[in-house]
């Protein structure tokens, strides 16, 4: 089974600072896909970055970028010049193969980040 | 392109009432995948689906919990005789082809469903 987990329930910011939000995760898959989604106050879920488990290249998406640490399993999202709009709930998830005929996303408890102006 | 759209966005139900869940998939997808929100707590999933059929329910409880994508029409997900532990959010999300990845699932606003 997948276990994904984010161990800081609450973080905060500076408007203009970096932040880092932490994750690790369990698999036995060798191939494997780790996201970051953001649900702010309105409970949308928006897919902020992915990364791809065979690639060794971090992925960037403007101002967010991973840390992929594979050995480690560590899959670290940097938030660079925060923005008060970053202020939401990032979820940490990991999809590999469930073996009953589908991909399943497995997901951490969350980080709450708040940007302070 | 409207993307997954979900209704109702609120959902107030008593005690061993049924709750009934809509989800559109976006334009051209035809897979279909339900997850349950408690509070303070990360999605987890509950099923997937493809026009008409149930590919993967490991995730939806043994009882009251249903799910269906008809040939025309949203899916479904039903709950029958619900109690208080059913209060959570309910989001459903799609994608083009079965999701390995390269093909990301798309969240609809959920709905949040309460029981008094």
């Known amino acids: 089974a997948q276990t994904v987990t984010q161990s800081q329930p609450e973080m905060s910011v500076q408007e203009a600072e970096t932040v880092t939000l932490s994750c690790t995760y369990d698999?036995?898959?060798?191939?494997?896909?780790l996201f970051w989604y953001k649900q702010p106050p309105s409970r949308q879920m928006i897919l902020v970055i992915r990364q791809e488990a065979y690639k060794q290249q971090n992925a960037t998406e403007n101002r967010f970028s991973v840390n992929f640490q594979k050995a480690a399993k560590s899959f670290s999202l940097k938030i660079s010049d925060s923005q008060l709009g970053d202020t939401a709930m990032y979820f940490c998830?990991?999809?590999?193969?469930?073996?009953?005929?589908?991909?399943?996303?497995?997901f951490g408890k969350g980080t709450k980040l708040s940007v302070i102006p | 392109n409207a993307g997954v759209m979900q209704n109702p966005r609120h959902l107030v139900r008593r005690r061993g009432q049924e709750a009934r869940l809509r989800c559109s998939p976006m334009k051209g997808h035809s897979h279909v995948y339900w997850y349950r929100q408690l509070p303070e707590e990360g999605l987890k999933f509950m099923v997937y689906?493809?026009?008409?059929?149930?590919?993967?329910e490991s995730g939806m409880p043994k009882e009251r919990f249903s799910a269906e994508f008809p040939k025309e029409g949203p899916s479904i997900l039903r709950i029958q005789q619900v109690v208080r532990g059913d209060s959570a959010a309910y989001f459903c999300?799609?994608?083009?082809?079965?999701?390995?990845?390269?093909?990301?699932?798309?969240f609809g606003d959920g709905t949040r469903l309460s029981i008094l």
């Open positions: 998830a990991s999809l590999s193969y469930s073996g009953a005929g589908s991909y399943q996303l497995t």
């Open positions: 689906l493809q026009k008409e059929n149930i590919i993967d």
């Open positions: 698999t036995s898959e060798n191939n494997y896909y």
């Open positions: 999300a799609s994608s083009r082809d079965r999701d390995g990845g390269n093909q990301p699932q798309h």
